[in-house]
């Protein structure tokens, strides 16, 4: 009995370096968040958790969030207001209300995705899985009829469609990566 207590008591110490290892401090979100858009945006960008808790106030109107908790991509973002309507559309499961063209910046790349499916979470023969991320500016058109006829095929070489026929549709701009 007496050796079991040290035992467990060495195992938790050993096990406690990963577990600080894995939590992120504030300063680490933010320079996560702030890594995904041009240095002009995201110097004066408000940074904000995934839960919302603010980490910087900004002054320009752009909301930079670092990699989402509980993926092992790469997504942090930075947006514009009507991307900010969007991205709380798209987490609740609701319809987006946004009556103005959008900006958001991935410069980063981002997680592997469906190109059809919001909610995807892997490969399916239908749901044309795209399984590495591309650093992006993504544009929303609050007429989607605008967008008909754009191109929807990632692998074209330019700007698409991704998400077409689901309320979450935007433009995809493929951009260089961002050093």
């Given at each position: 009995m007496r050796r079991t207590v040290p035992l467990l008591l060495c195992t938790a110490l050993l096990a406690l370096p990963a577990t600080l290892a894995a939590q992120t401090t504030n300063a680490e979100k933010i320079a996560s968040a702030v890594s995904s858009a041009p240095a002009s945006v995201a110097h004066y960008a408000t940074v904000v958790d995934w839960d919302q808790t603010m980490l910087r106030e900004g002054t320009n109107g752009w909301t930079?969030?670092?990699d989402m908790p509980d993926t092992?991509?790469?997504?942090?973002?930075?947006?514009?207001?009507?991307?900010?309507?969007?991205?709380?559309?798209?987490?609740?499961?609701?319809?987006?209300?946004?009556?103005?063209?959008?900006?958001g910046?991935?410069?980063?790349?981002?997680?592997?995705a469906s190109n059809t499916d919001p909610y995807a979470s892997g490969p399916a023969p239908?749901?044309?899985?795209m399984p590495e991320g591309v650093p992006h500016l993504m544009i929303l058109v609050p007429n989607?009829?605008?967008?008909?006829?754009?191109?929807?095929?990632?692998?074209?070489?330019?700007?698409?469609?991704?998400?077409?026929?689901?309320?979450?549709?935007?433009i995809m701009?493929?951009?260089?990566?961002k050093n």
């Open positions: 930079c969030l670092p092992s991509g790469n997504d942090p973002m930075c947006l514009d207001a009507p991307w900010m309507d969007w991205a709380d559309a798209w987490m609740n499961k609701k319809q987006p209300s946004y009556s103005q063209m959008g900006f910046y991935m410069l980063t790349g981002d997680s592997p239908d749901n044309e899985w989607t009829e605008a967008l008909k006829g754009l191109p929807t095929d990632p692998k074209q070489g330019g700007p698409w469609v991704m998400w077409r026929d689901t309320p979450y549709v935007h701009v493929p951009m260089p990566k």
